[in-house]
């Protein structure tokens, strides 16, 4: 029976990129693995015919070869001069492997190093800080529970007094090598699971992990400017690796309180200040009292509307790690007077009757302009 094309056994193009052929090989071979499918023959045959498809085309000059002469150019002899079809052999085969199924046979090798020490996981820690502290900074004193190392065997696992010795089935390696007809692969190795060696005699008080669980106090320094949402990392703060492999990172996550009288946006800060209809008419001034606890006063111009803005600057958060500061903006609200007396009411009622378009500029131009709209839909 004919070969199978290459690009058609992965299901590609023929100008398909080296991104794409390794793509469809991962897939495919994700989907055909024999560990996947055991006691599958037709399983077995296409995940071959994948492999030798994939080992041809991600080789330049072989590709070139095949685009030019087919299969052809591997046959002994052949045009190409190639012979045999898999310039890389099974060690080459068993490498791309660690690279695909890494995690499908146990985990790859990223998380240990030599005799089996384990890398600790990383830690995540939510903190809660007010506006004034990250105005000024502060530093915090936290608890953690953590796993930290065993200071009975000293992080290694075993009894004081004893060592972990070499796996007898991977000999050290944490691997072992299974033959699966021309070709070989690589999986944990089930006796030390990775670490390359096992204990006949494990420590009693952490049961051979060669780490505890504890409470850990730590001590946080928040900078002045810190931002909601901000992530602080420190590093071998995390939980105590495997066989005293190294610890993990600890990852605190702040976030602000809302204020009662401010809103933060970056470097600036926003206040909503309510003053009488009267100080807005005539004029005046209030004290602001700002996050570093001085007082700020803004005086009010006669006439000034709600919505109008002051700008105090410098007034605002300090800009991290800078000797800069942003501003802090005041923003008008007139509050429209409530609960009259008898004589109030007589009093505005006879200022209304006092008033003129020119006291009353906005409105009365808005009502001119409404009525000049409906008059012109009516034409």
């Not at 605190?252 to 009662?260: N, Q």
């Not at 505005?348 to 012109?376: A, I, Q, V, W, Y």
């Given at each position: 029976?004919?070969?199978?094309?290459?690009?058609e056994?992965?299901?590609?193009?023929?100008?398909?990129?080296?991104?794409?052929?390794?793509?469809?090989?991962?897939?495919?071979?994700?989907?055909?693995?024999?560990?996947?499918?055991?006691?599958?023959v037709?399983?077995?045959?296409?995940?071959?015919?994948?492999?030798?498809a994939?080992?041809?085309?991600?080789?330049?000059?072989?590709?070139?070869?095949?685009?030019?002469?087919?299969?052809?150019?591997f046959?002994?002899?052949?045009?190409?001069?190639?012979?045999?079809?898999?310039?890389?052999?099974?060690?080459?085969?068993?490498?791309?492997?660690?690279?695909?199924?890494?995690?499908m046979?146990?985990?790859?090798?990223?998380?240990?190093?030599?005799?089996?020490?384990?890398?600790?996981?990383?830690?995540?820690?939510?903190?809660?800080?007010?506006?004034?502290?990250?105005?000024?900074?502060?530093?915090?004193?936290i608890r953690?529970p953590?796993s930290?190392?065993?200071?009975?065997?000293?992080?290694?696992?075993?009894?004081?007094?004893?060592?972990?010795?070499?796996?007898?089935t991977?000999?050290?390696?944490?691997?072992?090598?299974?033959?699966?007809?021309?070709?070989?692969v690589?999986r944990?190795?089930?006796t030390?699971?990775?670490?390359?060696?096992?204990?006949?005699?494990?420590?009693s008080?952490?049961?051979?992990?060669?780490?505890?669980?504890?409470?850990?106090?730590?001590?946080v320094?928040?900078?002045?400017?810190?931002?909601?949402?901000?992530?602080i990392?420190?590093?071998?703060?995390?939980?105590?690796?495997?066989?005293?492999?190294?610890?993990?990172?600890?990852?605190?996550?702040?976030?602000?309180?809302?204020?009662?009288?401010?809103?933060?946006?970056?470097?600036?800060?926003?206040?909503?200040?309510?003053?009488?209809?009267t100080?807005?008419?005539?004029?005046?001034?209030?004290?602001?009292?700002?996050?570093?606890?001085a007082?700020?006063?803004?005086?009010v111009?006669?006439?000034?509307?709600?919505?109008?803005?002051?700008?105090?600057?410098s007034?605002?958060?300090?800009?991290?790690?800078?000797?800069?500061?942003?501003?802090?903006?005041?923003?008008?609200?007139?509050?429209?007077?409530?609960?009259?007396?008898?004589?109030?009411?007589?009093?505005?009622?006879?200022?209304?009757?006092?008033?003129?378009?020119?006291?009353?500029?906005?409105s009365?131009?808005?009502?001119?302009?409404?009525?000049?709209?409906?008059?012109t839909?009516?034409?």
């Amino acid at each position: 029976m004919a070969k199978a094309d290459f690009y058609e056994t992965l299901g590609v193009s023929k100008g398909a990129s080296d991104k794409d052929l390794k793509s469809a090989f991962r897939r495919l071979a994700m989907k055909y693995h024999p560990d996947k499918n055991p006691d599958d023959v037709e399983a077995e045959r296409r995940f071959k015919e994948i492999n030798e498809a994939y080992e041809t085309l991600k080789d330049p000059q072989k590709r070139a070869a095949y685009d030019q002469f087919g299969h052809a150019a591997f046959e002994q002899g052949g045009p190409g001069g190639f012979g045999g079809g898999f310039g890389g052999g099974a060690h080459a085969f068993s490498d791309i492997f660690e690279d695909i199924f890494g995690e499908m046979m146990g985990g790859g090798r990223s998380r240990r190093n030599a005799g089996g020490r384990e890398r600790g996981a990383d830690l995540r820690y939510n903190m809660e800080i007010s506006l004034e502290e990250a105005f000024t900074g502060k530093t915090a004193q936290i608890r953690v529970p953590t796993s930290v190392q065993c200071d009975e065997c000293s992080g290694s696992g075993a009894k004081p007094g004893s060592q972990p010795v070499t796996c007898n089935t991977c000999h050290g390696s944490g691997r072992v090598r299974a033959s699966q007809g021309f070709f070989s692969v690589e999986r944990t190795c089930p006796t030390c699971h990775g670490r390359g060696e096992t204990i006949s005699d494990p420590c009693s008080k952490c049961s051979g992990q060669g780490r505890v669980n504890e409470e850990r106090s730590l001590s946080v320094n928040i900078p002045a400017g810190i931002e909601d949402g901000t992530r602080i990392r420190l590093a071998g703060e995390g939980e105590a690796g495997l066989r005293s492999g190294p610890s993990g990172d600890l990852y605190i996550f702040l976030s602000v309180k809302p204020h009662e009288f401010f809103q933060r946006d970056g470097a600036d800060l926003y206040c909503i200040v309510p003053i009488s209809m009267t100080t807005a008419a005539l004029g005046g001034q209030f004290d602001v009292v700002t996050l570093d606890g001085a007082k700020t006063r803004v005086k009010v111009p006669e006439g000034t509307q709600t919505g109008r803005q002051f700008r105090l600057k410098s007034k605002g958060m300090p800009v991290l790690r800078s000797s800069q500061s942003g501003d802090l903006y005041i923003q008008i609200a007139i509050e429209t007077p409530q609960r009259l007396t008898k004589r109030q009411r007589e009093l505005l009622e006879e200022f209304e009757s006092l008033s003129s378009r020119e006291n009353n500029p906005e409105s009365s131009g808005f009502f001119s302009k409404m009525r000049h709209f409906f008059d012109t839909l009516s034409d």
